[in-house]
């Protein structure tokens, strides 16, 4: 179990940066789902780190978020 859980996709995003905390929270209530990381807190790129099961229900929560979490809106 211990060597699946080193096994992460990544995914890199452009978010707004003022929705970092909202989108933290939101996955801290999926356990396990996803971790999210700042990479540029100014330009609002984030990554995050989610083993490929988890895949489909983060990309349906992603398809939810994204109109709130849009930097250009």
Do not use: C, Q
Not at 7 to 28: D, G, M, T
């Amino acid at each position: 179990m211990l060597v699946e859980a080193l096994h992460f996709k990544e995914l890199y995003l452009s978010i707004a940066p003022s929705r970092f905390h909202f989108f933290k929270s939101v996955l801290e209530g999926y356990d396990g789902l996803a971790i999210l990381s700042s990479v540029d807190g100014k330009k609002g790129t984030v990554r995050l780190r989610y083993p490929s099961e988890s895949e489909p229900l983060l990309f349906e929560l992603l398809s939810d978020l994204a109109p709130g979490l849009n930097r250009y809106a």
